[in-house]
């Protein structure tokens, strides 16, 4: 079973030499065209999650379907040896079900549009846009539910169809599909400005082919692969051994009441190839924070944390997937059996991140992150306004960067290189809000030589009643330190009624009802702290306690005594620092904060909620 490509030019493509100055125009032409697509679609959707925020992820690939530029890297090899259909030129597929392409997209609110593009009768590229769409239908506003038990309680699910067929607009499947949503206007939108992205890139490739001729891109496609492959050769050799490390990180709860569920990896070099194993890791949940992990996916998440950790000039593409080994058990948390549920998998996605990093760093702690991707926080808030007229808003947020080995983590800022927060006065003009706080949680990020971002304190006014949802996480497991770095503080989210009457509710929860002026604290967690925070500069810390990032109580946890004006008294914290360094003992690699049990014993009084449970199975053994 696998795709058939017809061509009415079957020439192979021949071999060329290329040289550096060629090579160097022709893999920043690709680069621009990847902007380009980027720019294109934001001009053109209408959603705030791919408008404001940048929700979207483009590749462009060589013929063979390997991404040269882009961000996930590519599914075309997998889709094209499992689709039983033809492509040929004037097609283009349209999907958006996890299960129908081995997870390249992860839930069935990303849209994915795949274009061949053909020239003179030749196959000489792919390119492809995926966006997150903020309404397919399901039980819930948004599509994404929390307590869905399998993925029927989502929405619409899109198997691999052709939304152009030689050229001709499959018109009929589209109102389909538009008819399940809450929002066509901006679904329909969205997926033109899909398929407008990766036209644009099309259009890109053949005048660069064009240009140069075709042997000549295609060979510059190879060669921009294989470069590729003898850095990342090199990379892994210096930084990977042959024994066997392993590291583990937990996602809070299920929103059922369950957890956490435990995601661990384990990693080795075998010759010139790195093998990454999640056996251990927790069988599926049977809410929604699963995660169908693609295996392509994840090898470039390893080869892009390699190449931003050890040489970021790389261009990171399709080249590298031979040297890496992914072995991940079927029916875990990470690979799920259909019918599960997976809408909530972002938490599950944040903290392969933080894994990877700990993973990683372990053999060369000079180069190790602390904790602080971790997840990625959802509100929405949906409802009919004064006028009688529907609207729903799906935002993300962000949280605290992790202390790393060049300095303090961001403040507020996402880890998607892309991705930027949807601006107040956006939501103001189209939402019945108003943003009365937009500002930095003090002393959120973890103490340490380097700081740990500061988590984002946000707090909504609702100007109609209506319902919101919360998904996020880090409020039970705090994000690690490293190298004698502080965990940094967790998340926390807070219902404050128009009586004045307050409470906290939980991190994932859905419909959850809001009056007119009830205000929402939406508090994210920081990022762990790098460092022993007791060489951290006094100065400095005087400094971020007139920015308002770090508070006068909070400079104890640096051995820092000074007033709320930031002026640091010298003697008397000299005189705590010796005596923190006395008390403390060695520093730990990696801190992770009270364990497991202890969580579970303090949770109410440290967090105002109840502690998950123990989920269901602890092994896939006993799970089977």
């Keep these: 079973?696998?795709?058939?490509?017809?061509?009415?030019?079957?020439?192979?493509?021949?071999?060329?030499?290329?040289?550096?100055?060629?090579?160097?125009?022709?893999?920043?032409?690709?680069?621009?065209?990847?902007?380009?697509?980027?720019?294109?679609?934001?001009?053109?959707?209408?959603?705030?999650?791919?408008?404001?925020?940048?929700?979207?992820?483009?590749?462009?690939?060589?013929?063979?379907?390997?991404?040269?530029?882009?961000?996930?890297?590519?599914?075309?090899?997998?889709?094209?040896d499992n689709w039983e259909g033809t492509l040929e030129d004037g097609d283009?597929?349209?999907?958006?079900?996890p299960y129908s392409c081995a997870g390249a997209v992860s839930h069935s609110n990303d849209w994915l549009v795949l274009l061949p593009v053909f020239k003179d009768g030749r196959l000489i590229a792919y390119t492809s846009m995926f966006g997150h769409q903020s309404d397919i239908g399901g039980k819930v506003v948004g599509s994404m539910p929390i307590n869905a038990r399998s993925i029927f309680e989502e929405g619409?699910?899109?198997?691999?169809?052709?939304?152009?067929?030689?050229?001709?607009?499959?018109?009929?499947?589209?109102?389909?599909?538009?008819?399940?949503?809450?929002?066509?206007?901006?679904?329909?939108?969205?997926?033109?400005?899909?398929i407008a992205s990766c036209r644009v890139a099309a259009r890109r490739v053949i005048e660069m082919a064009a240009r140069f001729g075709d042997d000549i891109y295609i060979s510059a496609t190879q060669e921009l692969l294989a470069?590729?492959?003898?850095?990342?050769?090199?990379?892994?050799?210096?930084?990977i051994g042959e024994e066997p490390v392993s590291f583990e990180d937990y996602i809070c709860d299920d929103g059922m009441g369950a957890g956490p569920y435990k995601i661990k990896c384990t990693m080795w070099r075998e010759g010139e190839k790195v093998v990454l194993d999640f056996t251990g890791t927790d069988p599926q949940s049977?809410?929604?924070?699963?995660?169908?992990?693609?295996?392509?996916?994840?090898?470039?998440?390893?080869?892009?944390?390699?190449?931003?950790?050890f040489d970021p000039q790389i261009l990171f593409n399709d080249g590298f997937y031979d040297l890496i080994?992914?072995?991940?058990?079927?029916?875990?948390?990470?690979?799920?059996?259909?019918?599960?549920?997976?809408?909530?998998?972002?938490?599950?996605?944040?903290?392969?991140?933080?894994?990877?990093?700990?993973?990683?760093?372990?053999?060369?702690?000079?180069?190790?992150?602390?904790?602080?991707?971790?997840?990625?926080?959802?509100?929405?808030?949906?409802?009919?306004?004064?006028?009688?007229?529907?609207?729903?808003?799906?935002?993300?947020?962000?949280?605290?960067?992790?202390?790393?080995?060049?300095?303090?983590?961001?403040?507020?800022?996402?880890?998607?290189?892309?991705?930027?927060?949807?601006?107040?006065e956006f939501l103001e003009r189209y939402f019945p809000l108003i943003i009365e706080r937009y500002e930095t949680e003090p002393d959120s990020g973890g103490a340490g030589l380097h700081r740990g971002g500061n988590g984002i304190h946000m707090t909504y006014r609702f100007l109609a009643a209506g319902t919101i949802s919360i998904h996020d996480d880090r409020w039970f497991v705090p994000p690690w330190g490293v190298n004698g770095g502080e965990p940094g503080k967790r998340a926390r989210k807070i219902l404050e009624k128009s009586d004045g009457t307050s409470r906290i509710i939980g991190n994932k929860v859905e419909e959850v009802h809001v009056d007119e002026d009830d205000q929402l604290h939406f508090i994210t967690w920081?990022?762990?702290?790098?460092?022993?925070?007791?060489?951290?500069?006094?100065?400095?810390?005087?400094?971020?306690?007139?920015?308002?990032?770090?508070t006068a109580e909070g400079a104890k946890d640096y051995g820092i005594i000074a007033n709320v004006d930031g002026v640091v008294d010298i003697a008397a914290s000299e005189t705590l620092r010796s005596k923190l360094r006395l008390e403390r003992g060695a520093l730990p690699l990696f801190n992770y904060g009270p364990d497991i049990e202890h969580l579970r014993a303090n949770c109410k009084a440290e967090t105002g909620l109840a502690a998950p449970v123990q989920p269901m199975w602890t092994t896939l053994e006993a799970a089977e």
């Design 1 to 80: 079973m696998a795709a058939t490509i017809i061509q009415t030019n079957t020439t192979p493509f021949a071999k060329k030499p290329i040289d550096p100055v060629t090579l160097d125009i022709i893999e920043n032409a690709l680069r621009n065209a990847r902007i380009e697509m980027d720019a294109t679609l934001v001009r053109t959707a209408m959603s705030p999650g791919i408008r404001e925020q940048g929700d979207a992820f483009p590749l462009i690939a060589d013929h063979t379907g390997k991404m040269i530029v882009g961000q996930f890297g590519s599914f075309i090899g997998g889709f094209l």
């Design 92 to 97: 283009m597929i349209f999907l958006s079900d």
């Design 156 to 194: 619409v699910r899109v198997p691999p169809v052709k939304i152009w067929k030689k050229g001709e607009y499959n018109d009929d499947l589209i109102k389909l599909v538009m008819h399940q949503t809450r929002k066509p206007d901006w679904c329909q939108a969205d997926l033109n400005a899909l």
């Design 227 to 239: 470069r590729n492959h003898r850095a990342m050769k090199s990379l892994i050799a210096m930084a």
């Design 286 to 309: 049977q809410a929604s924070i699963n995660f169908y992990l693609n295996e392509n996916m994840f090898k470039m998440f390893f080869g892009i944390y390699m190449i931003m950790v």
């Design 325 to 424: 080994d992914v072995r991940i058990p079927e029916g875990s948390l990470l690979k799920p059996k259909f019918p599960a549920a997976l809408s909530g998998r972002t938490h599950a996605l944040g903290r392969i991140f933080d894994i990877l990093g700990g993973l990683l760093g372990q053999k060369t702690p000079e180069f190790l992150n602390a904790a602080g991707f971790s997840s990625s926080p959802h509100l929405f808030y949906s409802g009919n306004d004064k006028k009688g007229d529907w609207f729903q808003l799906f935002q993300i947020g962000f949280g605290g960067i992790p202390g790393r080995p060049m300095g303090d983590g961001p403040d507020g800022h996402s880890l998607w290189p892309g991705f930027t927060n949807v601006p107040n």
């Design 526 to 550: 920081g990022g762990g702290g790098w460092g022993d925070p007791l060489d951290r500069d006094p100065a400095l810390v005087g400094k971020e306690i007139v920015q308002g990032l770090v």
